[in-house]
């Protein structure tokens, strides 16, 4: 059964970069056809989406963040990473990586850039979650 785990800081200064590792084992982050995920939850709020890596390296971001999110493997160490810049107090989440979606409409809809809200179920098999907080 495949595993996932977030690590990375807790604490990152306004305008700072958040930077975030998961760890899969149990499975290969290169195997056919899976997606590799981030998603973010909010205090107070519902789970929202940011981004995928494919099995083949291809990658996909959520509209409202593209611009400040970045997404990349390292599948020596099967290894997948966020990135995100210019953090702000808003960015204070729980962060997860989660293996999937796999249903096709959902991923339709990340190809297309318009999947944001998501919910468990939608994924697979998720990390624990890590609380980031952006403060100075």
């Known amino acids: 059964q495949v595993q996932l785990q977030e690590s990375g800081p807790g604490l990152v200064k306004p305008s700072q970069i958040l930077s975030l590792t998961c760890t899969v084992s149990g499975g290969s982050i290169t195997t056919n056809y899976y997606y590799w995920s981030w998603i973010r939850q909010p205090p107070g709020k519902g789970l929202e989406y940011l981004g995928s890596?494919?099995?083949?390296?291809?990658?996909y971001y959520s509209p409202s963040l593209e611009s400040r999110t970045s997404i990349s493997r390292d599948t020596s160490k099967n290894q997948f990473t966020l990135q995100l810049s210019a953090v702000t107090p808003e960015d204070t989440a729980v962060y997860y990586c989660a293996r999937g979606p796999d249903h096709q409409s959902l991923r339709s809809r990340i190809r297309a850039g318009s999947l944001g809200a998501v919910q468990r179920a939608d994924f697979g098999s998720w990390g624990q979650g890590t609380q980031v907080t952006v403060s100075s």
């Open positions: 890596i494919a099995y083949s390296g291809s990658t």
